[in-house]
């Protein structure tokens, strides 16, 4: 079946440092890659995707690339704000309607 | 912009009661969904349904059922709740299948089964 694996938090940054969320998947067919993000108090929203091998998926100044050689799809930003603290969660939809979701890094950016 | 909205925030119900968790949108999406989020876990797809009276049982759909009478509403019942209920109920829309569609979510419903 299909899975995500993403990089354990919590994450506590001070601002302007850079940020890597790692993420693998493991999937049948060719999956669409997503990222999600989740502010204090709301619901996911959408942060990028990508859709095939190669694409990079960019929003906000986060920036993730779909790898297939290494079935990753690591979350990268170079210099965050507070106002990037959230919970971040890496999502995958293969050849159904489902999507399937990491557990989610927690990041906390300090001024 | 796509809007979904769910009942309630904030929930609290006690043991044994019968829970409805209602989800509405606006978009006219064919497919709906229900995750719980808990720590640690991520979300976890508890039911979806693809059209008006079809749904499908996700990964844990035990001690729940769902029900989609119209389009726009999509509702989760606990038939009789317990308290390893207690989570962050999440619900989502998205268009018919398609390559990157992404999904739109609720603000969530904090239920705690006391």
């Known amino acids: 079946g299909n899975s995500v694996t993403q990089m354990e938090g919590p994450v506590t940054l001070s601002e302007e440092a850079f940020l890597t969320i790692n993420c693998t998947y493991t999937?049948?067919?060719?999956?669409?890659l997503f990222w999600y993000v989740q502010y204090p108090g709301e619901g996911l929203q959408l942060l990028l995707k990508?859709?095939?091998?190669?694409d990079k998926g960019s929003n906000k100044g986060f920036e993730a690339t779909y790898r297939k050689e290494t079935t990753s799809f690591h979350l990268e930003k170079g210099s965050v704000q507070v106002s990037d603290s959230a919970v971040y969660f890496c999502?995958?939809?293969?050849?159904?309607?489902?999507?399937?979701f990491g557990a989610g890094t927690t990041v906390t950016v300090r001024a | 912009d796509v809007k979904v909205t769910q009942s309630s925030r904030y929930l609290v119900k006690r043991t044994g009661e019968k829970v409805f968790l209602e989800c509405v949108q606006d978009?006219?999406?064919?497919?709906m969904f229900w995750y719980r989020q808990d720590p640690g876990l991520g979300l976890r797809l508890i039911y979806f349904?693809?059209?008006?009276?079809?749904?499908e049982k996700g990964d844990i759909p035990e001690g729940y059922s769902v029900s989609r009478e119209k389009k726009e509403r999509f509702s989760l019942i606990l038939e009789s709740a317990s308290t390893n209920q207690t989570s962050m109920y999440l619900c989502?829309?998205?268009?018919?299948?398609?390559?990157?569609?992404?999904?739109?979510f609720g603000q969530g419903t904090r239920l705690t089964v006391v």
């Open positions: 989502a829309s998205r268009p018919p299948t398609g390559e990157g569609t992404e999904a739109f």
């Open positions: 999937a049948t067919g060719y999956p669409s």
């Open positions: 990508a859709t095939k091998a190669d």
């Open positions: 999502a995958l939809r293969s050849n159904d309607y489902k999507l399937s």
């Open positions: 978009m006219d999406h064919e497919n």
């Open positions: 349904s693809y059209d008006v009276k079809m749904k």
